[in-house]
C-alpha cells in the first residue's frame, strides 16, 4: 500500500503561504520528521521525495515544504536568505507541533543541512539531527555564484544561474550567509548528530563532513555515501540513506520513550491504550506496554486494510494463547513437542444453527480453532493436547461471561 502524502499549507517567515508535504506510514506513526531541501531546490527533489517515502515505511511521518519563494511556496526568493530559511524550518516545527507532534528528527539536505543544524536549538523536541551533503558553514553556498560576486558587491543584486534557472540573488544573502557561525552552533547542538556524506561530492566537497564532525560533541555518527552524488538522483542511494537515518534515530527516540520524554512513551504494564491516529476512517494506533500495533478495517467496509480488524485481534489472541498453553504444557510432561500453529476462523452464526450453541438463542459467536501439532508424539497424547487447548485463558474468557466498565477518562 501507499503510504498516505496530506498536502499543506502553513505562513513562513515572510508571511508567505509555504507549500508542504506530510507522508505519513500505513500504521502508527513512530515520531515525526522534519526534512529541509537543497539550497534552490524543492520538496520534490528526487532525493527529498525518495527520503520521505522510505522513511515513512520505518514508520515515520515527514513534513517537507518549499521554502520562501521556491517551488509551489509564494514570496519572492531574492528576499530571502540563510537566515529566514532557518526562521521557515522554525514555524515548520510549530506547523507540526500545533497540528501534529512536534518534530523529533530534524534532516537536511546539502544548504537544508547547514539549516537544521542552526535551526534545531529553536525547536526542543528535537532529539536528533542529521545532515547530508552539508556544508559546514553557510557561506559555502556563495561559491554557486563566485563569477558575480563582483557584480552583486557593486550594484547590490545580480542575475545568477543556478541548475539551468535564474535567480536573483541580493547583497544582503551574501552579507547574512557570511555572519553565520555554524560551528558554534554545531558544537552547541546538545543532540544526536549523523553526517552523511559522498565522499567524492563535487559539490559540496568531504572535508565539509570532517569540520561538521570534529566540531560537534557526542553522540555522534558518520555515514559514508559510497558512490554517490551530491543530489542523491540514484534511488538506491536516498533509500540508504533513509534507512541508515530510520535505523540510527531510532536508538535515540526509543531511548526518549524509555525515559518518558519521547511523543509515544509505553502504557502501564497490564494497560492498552487505543487511540485514532487521524488517516482514514478507522485506522487506530494501540499501545500495549511499549509495543505498538495498528487495527483497522478492510476496504470493503470503508477501512485502509492497514493491519488487522478488533476481531482480527480476538482470534489473534485466542491463536497465540493456544500455542503458549500446549507449549507449557508440553515442556512440563517433557513432552517431544516440536511446533505449534494454530489457525482461527471467527463467524457470526444463528444458535439454531450452531450444533456447539445448546441453550443459546440468536445469533452467536463461533470461533473454529485448528491445531497443527508437529513432533513425535503418540495418539494419545495428541489428544491430550486437544484437550488442553481449552484450559487456555483466553479461550476460559471467551467461553464465560465477562465483566466490562466503561468510565470516562480522567473521572476516577
Not at 506547523?95 to 534545531?120: C, F, M, Q, T, Y
Not at 526509543?254 to 518518558?260: I, L, Q, R, S, V
Not at 494419545?380 to 466498565?405: F, K, N, Y
Request: charged residues 25%; aromatic residues 6%; proline residues 3%.
Amino acid at each position: 500500500m501507499t503510504a498516505p502524502t496530506n498536502r499543506i499549507t502553513f505562513a513562513g517567515s515572510q508571511n508567505a503561504a509555504l507549500a508542504a508535504r506530510l507522508d505519513l506510514p500505513d500504521g502508527p506513526v513512530r515520531a515525526y520528521a522534519l526534512f529541509a531541501h537543497c539550497f534552490t531546490c524543492s520538496k520534490d527533489i528526487f532525493a527529498a521525495s525518495r527520503i520521505a517515502a522510505a522513511l515513512a515505511a520505518h514508520g515515520y511521518g515527514v513534513l517537507r515544504f518549499d521554502f520562501t519563494g521556491l517551488g509551489a511556496s509564494e514570496g519572492e526568493f531574492a528576499n530571502t536568505n540563510f537566515s529566514s530559511n532557518v526562521a521557515d524550518l522554525v514555524l515548520a516545527a510549530r506547523w507540526l507541533r500545533d497540528n501534529r507532534k512536534a518534530p523529533a528528527l530534524l534532516i537536511g539536505h546539502s544548504l537544508g543541512g547547514a539549516a537544521v543544524l542552526a535551526a534545531a536549538g529553536d525547536i526542543p523536541e528535537v532529539k536528533a539531527v542529521a545532515a547530508i551533503g552539508a556544508p559546514a558553514d553557510a557561506a559555502h553556498v556563495v561559491e554557486n555564484f563566485h563569477a558575480q560576486l563582483d557584480e552583486i558587491e557593486a550594484t547590490g543584486a545580480a542575475q545568477v544561474t543556478l541548475a539551468g534557472r535564474q535567480f536573483t540573488i541580493r547583497k544582503q544573502f551574501l552579507d547574512d550567509v557570511r555572519g553565520q557561525s555554524l560551528s558554534d552552533r554545531i558544537a552547541n547542538l546538545k543532540r544526536a548528530l549523523l553526517v552523511l556524506h559522498a565522499p567524492l561530492d563535487a559539490t559540496v566537497g568531504i572535508e565539509n563532513a570532517g569540520r561538521i564532525f570534529a566540531a560537534a560533541k557526542h553522540p555522534k555518527s558518520f555515514v559514508s555515501l559510497h558512490g554517490a552524488d551530491h543530489l542523491l538522483s540514484n534511488r538506491r542511494d536516498a533509500v540508504f540513506a533513509a534507512d541508515m537515518i530510520a535505523v540510527w534515530a531510532a536508538r535515540f527516540l526509543d531511548e526518549a520513550a524509555e525515559t518518558g520524554m519521547g511523543e509515544e512513551a509505553g502504557v502501564p504494564a497490564g494497560t492498552v491504550r487505543v487511540a485514532e491516529t487521524g488517516q482514514g476512517r478507522f485506522q487506530q494506533a494501540a499501545l500495549a506496554g511499549r509495543h505498538r500495533l495498528t487495527a483497522d478495517e478492510p476496504a470493503d467496509v470503508g477501512g485502509m486494510d492497514s493491519g488487522p480488524s478488533p476481531y482480527d485481534f480476538l482470534a489473534i489472541a485466542l491463536g497465540a494463547c493456544t500455542s503458549m498453553t500446549l507449549r507449557l504444557y508440553a515442556e512440563r510432561k517433557k513432552l517431544p513437542l516440536e511446533n505449534v500453529s494454530v489457525e482461527i476462523r471467527h463467524d457470526r452464526v444463528h444458535a439454531n444453527d450452531c450444533a456447539e450453541c445448546e441453550g443459546r438463542e440468536g445469533r452467536v459467536d463461533r470461533f473454529e480453532r485448528a491445531i497443527a501439532i508437529a513432533g513425535d508424539l503418540t495418539h494419545e497424547q495428541r489428544t491430550r493436547l486437544l484437550e488442553i487447548a481449552d484450559m487456555c485463558p483466553v479461550h476460559r474468557t471467551l467461553e464465560q461471561s465477562s465483566i466490562i466498565v466503561t468510565r470516562e477518562a480522567g473521572h476516577e
